[in-house]
């Protein structure tokens, strides 16, 4: 009997040997490598090759074997491979040829972005922060590494393979980045990874079910990790699924059923011409689609008479039984529709659907559809509750002609207090998914300590105990934490912060943080002295420091920089104003910062970041400043106001002076660089003393207060 040639040592063409195999039929396997062969099973009726051939090799292989039918089972990304196999089947029109499709992925992560190439997602790595879990394989590593900044945060997943970490290491990877390991893996494996690596980004290929994505998709859920995720070569898209390969495989060989139909499914390459369409590269189905868009052509093209209804519509929660009957309504009379893969695979077997979910992919697909045509944008939760609605509502304004209409789903905020009896139209309301622990941890804190009723919705776990952590000091606080909410697996579950802090239940979760006695907010600076420790460091006095924040001019989302910290009493007190003030504290005498910290923490202020050294080089790499404080310069007054102003020319600085060298040197300043709206105060303050049975007023020092903003053109 004449051999099957099977080309690619993937795990599809492992088992296709072996259930071949099973029914008594031979194969040659072709492998590229010692690795594609070790995972080959060991059988009589399978021979395997190893070393990589060009398409002249492959027709002397042809030649000599006069194989039965020939199969790629090749990695999906293998381009040059497929296109040697497809150009040594030219001339050759009896020889019958098979694409074998990896199966799909299951699952889908919303935190996802799509990526052509490894070079774009390389750029997009260079935009982002978070140190990254490298899954794609060692032969596009150059890529990923010839940014340094992106190589030093990277770990690469590679096979176990002497080949495979020489490519990471002429990469310019440490040993310490480098996990080389053999699959297939697990989703808890892939979580594990994630967690114990402290990674916030995995970068994978769409590599199908066989691959792993699913469970790398999930596992990055869990994680609260972004995927970037570099899809399938688009040439490579169509082909015979494995069922279907084996099926005409067998009937090839006399040993399946219906062998005289074999011709159905048979597709020899004369000169590509007996391809059938799905297994020619860029054949007639494409054309088709070509046509398809001719005759569409009364598409977008700028005329106002053009209607095209688009719909953002909320799924709600958890499964399809939470959507409401509009939505449902929405989608049955839809002509396409848009989502990730989990919202639209019921759909998709009868509608045109789309596995997108963001503006850039969206858009084009738009500008397709003729005048008349109904499209369906699926959104999880509800459009209006940290959606990504509102962005596509804007990003659709650019195209004439479009109706929008905005349907709301049951959020998993107000489906967790029905849940738990508790009314949230009084509740503090904040997400943190997708959002930098730095930035939500200070605003979740001070809503629990404030506020009665605070909702958060997380990415998984591994906020919660974010969370826990965050609130373990607050006395009187209960978390409830509602798992999975809307499928079959809901479960609500209560927590103490210290619980939360070991939680460890896999999936998205929303958070309700009850608090029996919040306390009263103080909304404004006025801390007395002795509240704060103090210890042998200078510290602002409660008067003056009360009116320089006033002077300040804060906002809610105010960049304000401390120079020459001390204790941090006005670092503390300004951050303790909104958690959505970031407030950076620059002290250079370790005793000072040290009390800082201890004041950040007595007053948990968590939006204050603590820099050891002296200014003007400590500013260097923290964000632009929108509003500074001066209240000890070192003698480098000019030199730090001259870096505040290149980082920020509207930057409004406030500082204190208690010597007339100083006030004087503050004049010549006003003389040498462009300033306005300044205003210089002379505070003399009182207090009163006890002195027997008298009080008599004491003078402090006095302290001459200055404001100003830079006026550069």
């Known amino acids: 009997m004449s051999r099957i040639l099977i080309f690619g040592g993937t795990t599809e063409g492992r088992e296709l040997a072996e259930r071949l195999a099973e029914q008594g ?17 060991k059988s009589p009726l399978i021979e395997v090759r190893i070393g990589r051939l060009t398409s002249g090799e492959m027709k002397d292989l042809y030649s000599r074997e006069k194989p039965l039918a020939v199969v790629d089972a090749t990695h999906p990304y293998a381009d040059i491979v497929t296109e040697n196999i497809q150009e040594s089947l030219r001339g ?8 074998l499709l990896r199966a799909e992925t299951e699952g889908e992560n919303e935190n996802c972005r799509h990526f052509r190439s490894s070079g774009e997602c390389a750029a997009a790595l260079a935009e982002m922060d978070g140190k990254i879990l490298l899954t794609t394989g060692s032969k596009e590593l150059p890529v990923f590494c010839e940014n340094p900044q992106v190589r030093e945060r990277i770990t690469a997943r590679v096979l176990p393979s002497e080949e495979a970490i020489h490519a990471c290491l002429d990469a310019g990877l440490r040993r310490q980045q480098i996990i080389a390991m053999q699959g297939p893996f697990s989703e808890d494996m892939d979580f594990v990874t994630l967690r114990d690596l402290g990674a916030s980004i995995l970068v994978m290929k769409d590599s199908g079910r066989a691959g792993g994505s699913g469970s790398k998709l999930r596992a990055a859920a869990r994680a609260g990790a972004a995927c970037l995720v570099i899809d399938r070569p688009k040439e490579h898209a169509e082909g015979r699924s494995f069922n279907e390969v084996l099926e005409v495989l067998l009937r090839l060989s006399g040993t399946g059923d219906d062998a005289a139909n074999t011709d159905r499914l048979t597709n020899a390459p004369s ?3 007996m391809l059938t369409d799905h297994d020619k590269p860029g054949g007639s189905a494409a ?3 070509e046509t398809d868009r001719g005759e569409q052509s009364a ?5 106002e008479d053009m209607a095209l209804t688009v719909t953002l519509a909320g799924v709600g929660m958890g499964d399809a039984g939470t959507m409401t009957a509009e939505v449902l309504e929405a989608i049955g009379n839809a002509d396409c529709l848009f989502g990730a893969k989990r919202m639209i695979s019921p759909y998709a077997s009868r509608i045109k659907s789309y596995p997108y979910y963001l503006a850039r992919d969206i858009l084009p697909v738009l500008k397709t559809l003729p005048n008349g045509s109904r499209a ?3 959104f999880s939760g509800d459009t209006g509750f940290f959606s990504g609605a509102e962005k596509m509502k804007t990003a ?5 002609g479009v109706h929008v209409i905005i349907l709301p789903g049951i959020s998993s905020v107000s489906a967790l207090a029905a849940r738990t009896g508790t009314s949230w139209q009084d509740a503090a309301i904040l997400s943190t998914h997708g959002v930098p622990a730095e930035e939500w941890v200070p605003r979740v804190r001070d809503a629990a300590v404030h506020r009665a009723k605070t909702f958060c919705i997380t990415s998984g776990a591994s906020d919660l105990r974010e969370i826990g952590r965050a609130l373990e000091a607050v006395e009187g606080v209960r978390i409830l934490a509602g798992f999975s909410m809307g499928t079959k697996e809901e479960r609500v579950v209560s927590f103490s912060a210290k619980e939360a802090e070991n939680a460890d239940i896999p999936g998205l979760c929303t958070v309700l943080i009850r608090n029996v006695e919040p306390e009263e907010k103080i909304l404004t600076p006025g801390r007395s002295d002795a509240s704060f420790i103090r210890g042998k460091v200078p510290m602002t006095k409660e008067e003056v420091r009360a009116l320089t924040i006033c002077r300040l001019e804060l906002t809610e989302h105010s960049v304000f920089f401390d120079i020459g910290s001390g204790t941090g009493s006005i670092a503390v007190e300004a951050a303790a104003l909104s958690p959505g003030i970031r407030v950076f504290a620059i002290e250079r005498n370790p005793e000072g910062v040290e009390l800082i910290r201890k004041n950040a923490e007595r007053f948990g202020t968590e939006n204050v970041t603590v820099t050891e050294s002296a200014a003007p080089e400590a500013l260097a790499g923290l964000p632009a400043p929108t509003h500074a404080f001066i209240g000890g310069s070192g003698g480098k007054l000019r030199e730090i106001l001259a870096k505040l102003r290149s980082m920020n020319p509207s930057v409004r600085v406030v500082m204190n002076a208690v010597s007339l060298e100083t006030v004087a040197e503050i004049q010549g300043i006003f003389r040498d660089m462009p300033v306005r709206d300044e205003s210089v105060s002379l505070i003399a303050v009182s207090r009163a003393e006890k002195l027997g049975r008298y009080h008599l007023m004491k003078a402090q020092n006095p302290v001459y207060l200055v404001a100003f903003q830079f006026a550069d053109p």
């Open 25 to 41: 039929v031979p194969s040659l396997v072709s492998v590229a490598s010692e690795y594609g062969s070790a995972v080959m099973p």
């Open 92 to 99: 050759l029109p009896q020889l019958p040829y098979f694409r």
């Open 396 to 400: 659709l304004a650019d195209i004439p």
């Open 376 to 378: 369906v944008i699926l």
């Open 287 to 289: 054309a088709s689609d």
């Open 271 to 273: 000169d590509l011409s």
């Open 299 to 303: 598409l977008h093209d700028g005329s």
